[in-house]
């Protein structure tokens, strides 16, 4: 098993790290970057939030060789003001969040993420969640299927992948990820097979449904904002441009000054912003790059709160 975090010099020079401060890896994964945090803590603390027992179990072996100063919560980061609470947590210094799926995810075939590998339709993150992607393929109507496929997948064939999903669901249930990209191959025209894989868009666009991945972040975002100290630092990583826009509207909205207030010549202090953006977007090095695929599409926003 192996799992290269993305970032990671970046992530940890932008959250500025105090020794005593407390820390949230609100995406635990396997460790990588809760690690680092950890190392630079010596009364702080890190509270680090997943809901795969898996990666929670590894995290656990990892992080007990650092130190005894972390908390792993078995939740979804949608949850973060909440179970923050129950530590007597109400404040913290710094908030990280890695929206990507982890590579171990994705490599492990029985959780149906990818689309190299036969496995049944799944992508679940919550592995206890009732709902996966079986469902979606199997259950949703045409006008539903189209919407995710668009929305989610910004798949230029979604109507013709919808239909064709219909139609051979009426035959049998389609239940392995090879059976759907059979499906979304038949699909396309040749054409479009040149430009990366052609269920790439498509099993992006589930994975955000199976998941809720888009509602839930703007929820965590909004709380991880909230639960900022004065001068504590927000960092995100992206990896797709659903994501990217959520993150860089919410941190334009946090960091200005209200439209209405805009031309006036004295604007009122309970009106100046509460917080300012450190970074529009770092990606990786070209260093990075060549070690890490994954970091290709990665994009770094960072915030501060002021005030």
């Keep these: 098993m192996y799992h290269k975090s993305v970032l990671l010099n970046e992530v940890i020079e932008n959250l500025n790290i105090q020794p005593d401060g407390i820390y949230v890896d609100a995406t635990l994964g396997y460790a990588g970057h809760s690690s680092e945090i950890l190392k ?4 702080g603390h890190l509270y680090g939030f997943d809901q795969d027992d898996f990666a929670i179990e590894k995290s656990e072996e990892k ?42 995810q994705i490599d492990d075939a029985k959780r149906g993420f990818s689309f190299h590998q036969d496995a049944k339709l799944d992508m679940r993150m ?68 040149r430009d990366g894989h052609p269920a790439r868009k498509t099993f ?17 975002l909004k709380q991880a904002l909230d639960l900022l100290d004065i001068g504590g630092r927000c960092c995100v990583i992206s990896f797709h441009s659903l994501e990217d826009r959520i993150v ?8 200005s ?20 953006i450190i970074s529009k977007g770092i990606i990786a090095s070209r260093e990075e790059l ?18």
């Design 248 to 255: 860089k509207n919410m941190f334009q909205e946090y960091s």
């Design 126 to 193: 919550d592995t206890t969640s009732s709902f996966s992607a079986y469902d979606v393929v199997n259950t949703y109507s045409y006008p539903e299927l189209v919407r995710i496929l668009r929305d989610y997948g910004e798949e230029k064939y979604a109507t013709s992948i919808a239909k064709n999903i219909i139609k051979e669901r009426e035959k049998q249930p389609i239940e392995t990820t090879f059976q759907l990209v059979d499906i979304i191959k038949m699909s396309m025209p040749m054409k479009a097979m």
């Design 257 to 276: 000054i209200p439209q209405e207030m805009r031309n006036l010549p004295f604007i009122p202090e309970e009106y100046l912003p509460k917080y300012k």
């Design 204 to 220: 992006q666009a589930i994975r955000i449904e199976v998941n809720h991945e888009l509602d839930v972040l703007k929820t965590g």
């Design 63 to 104: 992080l007990k060789t650092i130190s005894n100063n972390y908390t792993i919560i078995r939740s979804n980061f949608s949850k973060l003001k909440e179970k923050l609470a129950d530590y007597q947590v109400n404040k913290v210094n710094g908030i990280l969040f890695d929206l990507g799926v982890s590579s171990v």
């Design 290 to 307: 060549n070690e890490n695929t994954r970091a290709h599409s990665a994009r770094l926003r960072v915030i501060e709160r002021i005030k």
């Design 40 to 43: 630079k803590l010596t009364i």
